[in-house]
């Protein structure tokens, strides 16, 4: 059993491992030439200020006096630029959102996992095309820029990490900062000849990253007067760093300023996920190339922004974010990067029609490129029989295009030449997208059949030993065939094979493979598939019908509860009403009304709001105290029942209530703090660490008999849990836990009906039962309602109170206790810890089922 248990662990992590190779590849292709576009550009020199987690209508609106929190960027859309929302992509994190911004492509999903500081950048950017760049800002952003681009030209200036603290007295220091320093860098460059002549010279970058409001979003939420100030305060900013610009440069007229954001956020202080707050970045630019306001009378767009910002009067030209790197290139007169997916904004620049073709020509003839080595690449390692290449662009049709732009521009035709490398753009990046997921159906195919295979010989396995359906064959002995195991190996070999000549990857040979033991296992089971097969069609059609439709039902009910949280509400609601439908009623009346009692409760959770949107601290404390009534209660009792009830044990959980007390302590003094803003305790995070470690031990000093055992688990998750928690959430694992308690009730009720005929009191089992789990016991129709119980208490332990699978739907405030300076991987270990504490509780609880209470009763 352990080796099979250790084969599953296995195949799991390969099915897991699969679902990046997939989904989650790198959409990056190396050796593409760099294209530039052949005319003068219209600026020296560009800055980029990138204001961190900064939403375009928090930017664009009026206040409630009906004046603007950004006043000089205002100023900007109406007399001297162009403006309009930048579309940012999932996942909205700061590294993709930068990437887009400065690179021109989007990272894959799992590019999140690599983190956001002291990467190695493996893509070309605009800051690796310029002559010079000089960054300031965030330790977290600005080394992934500078640490991979060519030559020593980037260069950057950033604080220490330690001033990322969300619990600081004023987040906007991190704005003024920046704001200050190239100030001083401006002044310092009057008296340092060296550099006086580099900042002078042309295809320059100044790139100012501020993170004041992102930080402030997040601590106090973007609809709070930290975040709104903050606004203004970067606005100010803003205004004297384009004043000192003017000044140095003599008002010559080749600085281009573009002002925007790398992402959005909740109005619960998230990002990360594709809300519309998260997506929609504001975008301003001005000065040398770019065009002045257009007024217009009326716009066309799918929202009503316009009206709400008081705007309609001035176009608006929205852009993917990714489209800003090609237009920041063009304006320079560097060339595109070479990765970039952009299609360049010309609406946004004020120059000759011929350089506006031209510039589309070189952002259409880069696009291709990569399209070309994309094609190439997968070309050479695919059989030529099974190649099919994209036949929308053909190698003739990328000819007959790229001829009829260049002779439409030398006709000066350069409406039609804009258009027609539109559409190459367009047909080239659906090819790009072609050849990336070339293999996504071939991998899907062989990770599902394997998964296929996995379920089918579980279950297989599990009929053969525990049912009586091969019992009753005769066992004559026959000789073994050699025909299945050699076919097997036959296409192994084959798969190897083919594979090898197309010079696959080895996690291609995983996926492929691992179907071939599988399914020969399977196969070599061929009399149990018989036996059950003749078995179900002994089944009274009807009855066949129904269970048939209740498993889909039920499937059904699972599937929908990813997309639908209330999907959890209705199935609980079910579940409260089986005791209803069985002799349970009659048999356990008290048991009974506990279990519809709780399920019920647990129903109310799906319908809430997702954790973080609403953080309220007295539902925390109030769950503390639930917490200490029911542990004085159950210790009462434990006393009464037990004449020998031991101090060490009483000491124990004694000592647990005091970890909740603290618990409750520490979240109501940080709380405190935070809103005075004083920072974190040094006590409280002391305190907090000491809760989270003791907490993984304690339990194991409890008595093993199960109720004691479960119970003090319980007290130390809370503890850990009361910490972890904003608002409505402390209550959850409580709830649960009470649902968990009583379902052990319902499932030894429900042996009663049973042939059985001793049963074991709940104060006599033990926590840990050591039996033989290859004796024989026969399976009944229960375990399969066990089996859908447990999946879907899972199910509603991940999703209760919100989507674990959804970066936003985790609230930093979460982990204020243990630590508010930002550091993402111990911050999203405290969160998915906090995520998965109700989940063990339900693999914890069902443990106890089915290797104790159940097993008991059958030996």
């Known amino acids: 059993m352990l080796l099979f248990f250790i084969l599953g662990l296995l195949v799991h992590f390969v099915f897991f491992a699969s679902i990046f190779d997939i989904y989650f590849t790198s959409p990056l292709v190396h050796g593409m030439t760099p294209q530039f576009t052949p005319l003068p550009p219209p600026a020296r020199r560009l800055v980029l200020f990138v204001a961190d987690g900064l939403r375009a209508d928090a930017l664009y609106e009026l206040d409630e006096d009906g004046n603007s929190r950004a006043p000089f960027i205002r100023n900007i859309i109406v007399h001297e630029g162009s403006w309009g929302v930048s579309h940012t992509r999932v996942p909205t994190e700061s590294r993709p959102g930068h990437v887009a911004l400065i690179a021109g492509f989007y990272e894959d999903v799992s590019a999140v996992a690599k983190g956001w500081k002291e990467n190695p950048v493996e893509f070309d950017s605009l800051f690796n095309e310029s002559k010079y760049t000089w960054s300031w800002g965030s330790p977290d952003i600005l080394p992934m820029f500078a640490k991979g681009a060519s030559g020593d030209h980037v260069y950057t200036h950033s604080y220490s990490a330690e001033r990322e603290d969300f619990g600081a007295r004023d987040a906007t220091k991190l704005d003024t900062w920046v704001f200050d320093n190239v100030k001083d860098f401006f002044h310092a460059a009057r008296n340092n000849q060296s550099l ?60 281009t300023f573009i002002f925007t954001s790398d992402h959005g956020m909740t109005n619960w202080g998230s990002h990360g996920a594709g809300h519309p707050s998260e997506t929609l970045t504001p975008l301003v630019t001005w000065g040398a190339g770019i065009k002045y306001p257009q007024r217009v009378s009326a716009q066309q767009f799918d929202d009503t922004f316009l009206k709400e910002w008081k705007l309609e009067n001035w176009k608006r030209l929205d852009v993917n974010q990714a489209d800003i790197a090609p237009l920041m290139a063009s304006l320079i007169g560097v060339p595109f990067p070479l990765n970039s997916v952009g299609t360049l904004p010309v609406d946004y620049l004020n120059n000759t029609d011929l350089f506006k073709a031209e510039s589309m020509f070189t952002n259409a003839v880069q696009i291709l490129e990569q399209f070309k080595v994309k094609m190439t690449q997968k070309k050479e390692v695919t059989l030529s029989f099974f190649f099919t290449p994209f036949k929308l662009l053909s190698d003739s049709k990328q000819l007959n295009i790229l001829g009829k732009a260049r002779s439409y521009i030398k006709q000066q035709k350069y409406d039609e030449a804009v258009s027609l490398c539109k559409e190459l753009i367009h047909l080239a990046l659906k090819g790009l997208s072609y050849y990336h997921t070339y293999d996504r159906f071939f991998l899907g195919i062989n990770v599902v059949t394997g998964f296929v295979g996995w379920t089918s010989y579980v279950s297989l396995s599990i009929i053969k030993s525990h049912s009586n359906l091969t019992r009753g064959v005769s066992k004559e002995v026959k000789k073994p065939s050699h025909l299945l195991p050699c076919s097997f190996v036959a296409i192994g070999i084959l798969v190897v094979f083919f594979l090898l000549i197309q010079a696959c990857p080895w996690t291609y040979y995983v996926y492929c493979l691992l179907p071939v033991p599988i399914w020969y296992a399977v196969l070599r089971e061929f009399r149990v598939i018989q036996d059950l097969v003749a078995s179900l069609l002994t089944f009274p059609p009807s009855h066949f019908v129904g269970y048939l439709l209740a498993f889909t039902l039920g499937i059904e009910v ?114 405190s703090s935070l809103l005075r803003k004083q920072g974190l305790p040094l006590l409280n995070q002391i305190v907090s660490w000491t809760i989270l470690a003791s907490s993984l031990v304690v339990p194991l000093l409890s008595p093993t008999i199960l109720f004691q055992r479960l119970f003090s688990i319980l007290l130390s998750l809370m503890s850990t849990y009361l910490l972890l928690s904003t608002g409505y959430e402390a209550l959850f694992p409580l709830v649960l836990s009470c649902l968990m308690f009583a379902w052990i009730y319902m499932e030894q009720e429900t042996l009663q009906q049973s042939v059985v005929s001793h049963r074991q009191k709940l104060t006599s089992i033990e926590f840990s039962c050591n039996m033989d789990i290859t004796q024989f016991r026969q399976l009944y129709l229960d375990d399969i309602r066990r089996a859908f119980f447990l999946v879907f208490f899972l199910v509603t332990a991940f999703f209760g109170t919100g989507n674990i699978a959804s970066i936003n739907s985790f609230d930093l405030a979460s982990v204020y206790c243990f630590l508010t300076v930002f550091n993402p991987f111990m911050m999203g270990a405290l969160m998915m810890w906090k995520g998965h504490c109700a989940h063990l509780i339900s693999s914890i609880y069902l443990y106890q089922i089915i290797s104790t209470i159940v097993p008991s009763l059958f030996m």
């Open 196 to 255: 006086f002549s580099k900042i002078n010279e042309e295809k320059i970058v100044f790139f100012l990253h501020l993170l004041g409001i992102d930080t402030n979003g997040h601590a106090h939420r973007p609809y709070s007067r930290e975040y709104k100030d903050n606004i203004k305060k970067v606005d100010d900013g803003v205004k004297e760093i384009v004043s000192i610009f003017k000044h140095f440069y003599g008002n010559d007229g080749k600085t």
């Open 558 to 671: 699972l599937v929908l509860s990813f997309f639908y949280r209330y999907m959890l509400t209705a199935g609980l609601i079910a579940f409260a009403s089986w005791p209803f439908f069985t002799r349970l009623w009659t048999q356990a009346k008290i048991a009974s009304l506990s279990w519809t009692f709780f399920s019920l409760l647990l129903a109310v959770f799906p319908l809430m709001p997702v954790v973080g949107r609403k953080p309220d601290i007295s539902l925390v404390m109030g769950a503390g105290l639930l917490v200490l009534l029911l542990s004085l209660f159950v210790i009462t009792s434990l006393i009464k029942r037990k004449d020998n009830f031991v101090n060490e044990e009483l000491l124990v959980h004694l000592l647990q209530m005091l970890s909740t007390v603290l618990s409750m302590l520490v979240v109501y003094s940080t709380h």
